[in-house]
């Protein structure tokens, strides 16, 4: 464990006194509430957008860097605008072919140590950094009308199933959620089906039916597009 590790863990268990505390509680409380002011401020302007989640490690050579940057540019062209995470990968994809379709190219950038900076390819004012995970997400969640789940890890896990939550639980409208790579996707899929459901009956089998998986980036933008001709609604060009 090296020394910055350690020292954040014995931090956590150090004697503080009830004062102390409060002040510094306080203090990040009010930190906490000017991100979602002005995540709210500068993103309820936006219109209607889809959230793109996935890796920052992927590379542009990779077939999902070329497949996300292909579904933002349709998107784009059926009146969505392309929200992501900001960063390279998959994200820098995304952006890119947000632009590149003349959309909404939007940004929400966490602040990181490593991995994490803005990139060349969102909209200037539309670029948002946040130094919480959970104020992020709830920008995320707030003002999508539908997410795609690329290839990612431990982060696009996370906001999947935030998303997943969420719809299952009422919390907000049933938007469309769309995992596009059957490949990479299957052996959670499976796990969730057999274990989750099956096994161990911790979801219902209608839980199951809460998101597509596709491959291509015509069915993962048709997927959305019908969803939303249901109920007679589309984007505003």
């Known amino acids: 464990m090296n020394q910055d590790k350690e020292e954040k863990i014995r931090r956590a268990f ?10 510094s509680d306080s203090w990040k409380i009010f930190k906490i509430m000017s991100e979602f002011v002005n995540g709210f401020e500068q993103m309820q302007q936006i219109g209607p957008c889809v959230s793109i989640f996935g890796s920052a490690r992927t590379k542009p050579d990779n077939k999902y860097y070329i497949l996300a940057e292909e579904i933002a540019f349709k998107l784009t062209q059926e009146g969505y605008g392309v929200i992501t ?5 998959i994200m820098e994809a995304a ?23 803005p990139n060349d390819y969102i ?12 104020v992020r997400k709830t920008v995320f969640l707030k ?4 997410f795609i789940g690329m290839p990612g890890g431990f982060g696009t896990i996370d906001e999947l199933f935030e998303s997943l939550t969420l719809v299952q639980t009422n919390k907000i ?14 052996g959670l899929i499976s796990w969730m089906k057999e274990t989750m459901w099956h096994q161990e009956h911790n979801i ?10 596709v491959d291509t980036a ?6 959305i597009v019908d969803f939303y001709n249901k109920y007679l609604l589309k984007p505003n060009f």
């Not at 150090?14 to 002040?23: D, G, I, L, P, Q």
């Not at 938007?175 to 490949?183: D, Q, S």
């Not at 015509?218 to 997927?223: G, I, L, R, S, T």
């Open 85 to 89: 995470g900001g960063g390279p990968g």
């Open 143 to 146: 003002y999508s009308q539908g």
């Open 95 to 117: 952006n890119k072919g947000a632009k590149r379709g003349k959309g909404n190219s939007v940004g929400l950038n966490i602040n990181l140590p490593f991995e994490q900076k």
């Open 173 to 186: 409208a049933e938007f469309p959620v769309i995992l596009v790579g059957t490949e990479y996707w299957s």
């Open 218 to 223: 015509d069915e993962a933008v048709k997927h």
């Open 123 to 134: 909209d200037r004012d539309k670029s948002i950094d946040f130094n919480y995970f959970f």
């Open 204 to 213: 219902n089998e209608s839980d199951l039916d809460l998101f597509k998986i």
């Open 14 to 23: 150090a004697a503080r006194e009830s004062r102390e505390v409060m002040a």
